[in-house]
């Protein structure tokens, strides 16, 4: 399947995930830049604990964080704070704020617009770092009578952790307009700062995409050239060819430097991770080929026909040099490691098998000439035997052994080499499919005893490649012939209903990535087959993140959890699908395991939501079913876990004790239910001027084809679809 081979190379936007990896010791917020008071659209793990907030409880509170202020904080510098806002600035400010438990702390925040590729400010980017220990020095009985410059040592060698995160900023004063600033927000160049935009996977330039076309074409010659050197590496260790030939030494160079040249390209070109993602970073490329099949690639060219091509060369070191040649049968291996590149296509696989039986019929007949040289003649009585194949083929073809009586006193003559591998292969041919019309017939021992190995082999072999080849295609096939069947289906559907271009391929590539992700396994069936008891330990573990991660579920005993888990269904997205429409029911409570979401309210991105968040409706508190409020839309592939809401109230209704701690401790980073108020969300500026251009991801129409959010919208999913499936709709785009 090309979607398994490739990996997970769709356009994603992930500028979350990229915020979140570099800044993974920093405590940030990130807030909307168009909407009035510039609502937290996101807040991270480090804030959170820092200030004593749930994500759920500071979502859609003011980017100032005027929820934190209290008594002592200085309003001037509140008033500086909002002044940044208001005109899209970067600065630092140190004011004092104080804890979700009310404890009053000194904070050193800075805050950073975050611009798109037009450069328009759509979102800003606030840290904190905790600077107490620097207003406040430690006072305590064992400091008594020390100095203030003392206490304040001692207070920074205490906090080292502070004393790192504001060692570029302890002397900067108040008000820095610098772009390095942004640089020590995010700990990396102001100039590659993520932006919110849809982007492809992007790779360092010196590294190759495994799935190119320069590399497809590249492994198509590797095949070919690898089993040039399987026929003729046996072939000259056991025919003894010294390679005297200039051309063949040329020939054989070229390819031991073009197998070296493949070991380079090799640590240079991208492979597909566990999880199907495409791994680009040339560290861990590296990494991967050493661990796996560099040492054999490097045995395999080493170059043995140069020593072996010198004259004075003795002749146990050449027939040492000859042997050693058999290594570079290793570069076999090359052709198992990219055996699923070749299969997908049913004609290589047909020459592929082919060419194995081929190539053991070779490999047989190069052995079957050695064991006939061998015994031909008798070095210690200097004599002939008659009964051998090779003499009895020398007398059939009219060039027979003599004794060179007058000369080199030793046998001469016998059939050349061209005609004893072309007998040889003729043997082995009809031993291995079992004819043997009895022309070629082994006479001594040794002949004997290979010819029944031979057999032996043959039968395995020609049960295995001719008598099996429907047997071997179904099974390599089986989840393949679906796939491909699947995508048919759904393309004659497409073309049958005339669906637009742009939603054609967005139900493309969401099939493409359900397949890569699922492997074509189909979860429920594999369920229905196991026993009651066995499928709900399957559904616990396969559920396992969300119930480790939320502390709602904390108290469910193991009855109620498996009871849960086997009403929990798990949904893959990729991105730009709607996982709600605006208007729709709410009947489904959804936990993001991976990925990340933005959700839509009138045009604006009022959240995005990320790994541990949970959106819907408080089935448990109300008694009638909503209607969402907002579009929830995938940035990135997530996968989200999702239970209905019939099926989770029948199990609160069940075990009582457990619904009243989930009510308690189940926190909706999202209610789709409430709408957000945002007064005059559009100010007196046009929204459009702030937004992403057509072709970015994620995006909402504006104009008179989105501008409303009434029912007659609401039945028009296209209206909602990306705008890169929109041809030449307008668009506007967070």
């Not at 100032?64 to 005109?87: I, N, P, W």
């Not at 925040?109 to 759509?122: F, G, L, M, S, T």
């Not at 699908?577 to 839509?600: K, N, Q, T, Y």
């Amino acid at each position: 399947m090309a979607g398994g081979r490739r990996g997970l190379v769709a356009p994603q936007n992930t500028f979350l995930e990229n915020i979140v990896r570099r800044s993974n010791d920093t405590n940030f917020v990130l807030g909307n830049a168009q909407i009035v008071d510039w609502p937290i659209v996101y807040s991270n793990d480090g804030f959170c604990k820092l200030s004593g907030y749930h994500r759920a409880e500071v979502m859609q509170k003011s980017s100032t964080c005027s929820f934190m202020y209290g008594e002592l904080t200085d309003k001037e510098m509140a008033e500086k704070v909002r002044q940044t806002f208001d005109s899209y600035e970067m600065n630092s400010f140190e004011i004092l704020m104080y804890k979700k438990n009310r404890m009053p702390v000194w904070f050193f925040v800075k805050i950073a617009p975050i611009r798109n590729e037009q450069d328009k400010v759509v979102l800003f980017l606030c840290t904190f770092s905790d600077i107490t220990a620097f207003k406040q020095p430690i006072e305590d009985d064992s400091s008594k009578g020390w100095g203030k410059f003392a206490r304040l040592t001692r207070a920074l060698t205490s906090s080292r952790g502070v004393l790192q995160q504001l060692a570029p900023a302890v002397h900067k004063g108040e008000n820095v307009h610098k772009h390095s600033r942004l640089a020590e927000v995010l700990q990396l160049g102001s100039e590659i700062l993520p932006q919110y935009k849809q982007e492809t996977p992007k790779t360092p330039p010196h590294i190759i995409l495994h799935y190119c076309l320069f590399k497809t074409t590249w492994d198509w010659v590797i095949l070919i050239l690898t089993f040039y050197t399987a026929i003729m590496v046996p072939y000259n260790v056991s025919f003894k060819t010294k390679q005297n030939n200039v051309t063949w030494l040329v020939v054989d160079s070229i390819v031991d430097v073009i197998f070296l040249v493949d070991i380079v390209l090799n640590f240079h070109t991208t492979f597909v991770g566990p999880a199907g993602e495409v791994i680009s970073d040339p560290k861990l490329i590296r990494m991967n080929y050493v661990k796996t099949w560099f040492v054999i690639d490097l045995l395999s060219c080493l170059p043995y026909d140069v020593i072996n091509a010198f004259e004075n060369v003795d002749e146990g070191i050449s027939s040492l040099f000859s042997s050693l040649k058999v290594v570079r049968l290793l570069r076999l291996g090359r052709v198992a490691r990219k055996l699923d590149h070749y299969i997908e296509y049913g004609a290589a696989v047909l020459v592929l098998l082919v060419c194995v039986f081929g190539l053991a019929a070779h490999w047989l007949a190069c052995i079957w000439y050695s064991i006939g040289d061998y015994e031909v003649i008798d070095e210690d009585t200097n004599s002939v035997r008659t009964d051998s194949w090779l003499f009895l083929l020398g007398d059939t073809v009219g060039t027979p052994y003599r004794f060179n009586a007058s000369g080199t006193g030793r046998w001469e003559g016998g059939p050349s080499k061209d005609s004893v591998y072309i007998t040889s292969l003729y043997f082995t041919m009809t031993s291995l499919t079992s004819i043997g019309f009895g022309n070629i017939a082994p006479n001594t021992d040794g002949e004997k005893i290979f010819a029944v190995a031979m057999m032996m082999i043959g039968s395995l072999l020609y049960a295995t490649i001719f008598g099996n080849v429907t047997t071997i295609f179904q099974q390599m096939y089986a989840n393949t012939n679906r796939y491909h069947e699947m995508l048919n289906s759904v393309r004659d559907f497409l073309k049958l209903y005339q669906v637009p271009k742009g939603l054609s391929e967005r139900v493309m590539d969401y099939i493409v990535s359900t397949w890569s992700m699922s492997r074509g396994i189909d979860t429920d069936k594999v369920l229905q087959i196991c026993p009651k008891d066995m499928r709900a330990d399957i559904c616990v573990h396969l559920n396992r993140k969300v119930f480790k991660e939320h502390p709602a579920f904390r108290l469910a005993s193991d009855g109620c959890l498996r009871a849960l888990a086997m009403e929990f269904q798990t949904v893959h997205s990729a991105p730009g699908d709607l996982i709600f429409h605006a208007g729709e029911s709410v009947d489904s409570l959804c936990f993001v395991v991976s990925g990340s979401l933005e959700v839509i309210q009138d045009d604006e991105v009022v959240a995005i939501l990320g790994k541990g968040d949970v959106f819907g409706d408080v089935f448990w508190k109300e008694m009638t079913l909503a209607q969402s409020c907002a579009n929830v839309r995938a940035l990135t592939y997530c996968d989200l876990h999702i239970i209905k809401r019939d099926a989770l109230q029948k199990v609160l209704e069940f075990y009582s004790a457990f619904a009243n701690h989930f009510a308690r401790n189940l926190l909706l980073t999202y209610n789709l239910r409430k709408r957000v108020s945002q007064h005059a969300s559009q100010r007196s500026m046009n929204v459009n001027h702030f937004l992403f251009p057509p072709g970015q991801l994620p995006c909402v129409l504006t104009g008179s084809s989105a501008r409303s959010s009434g029912p007659q919208n609401q039945e028009r999913p296209e209206d909602l679809r990306p705008a890169a499936h929109r041809g030449s709709e307008s668009s506007s785009c967070f």
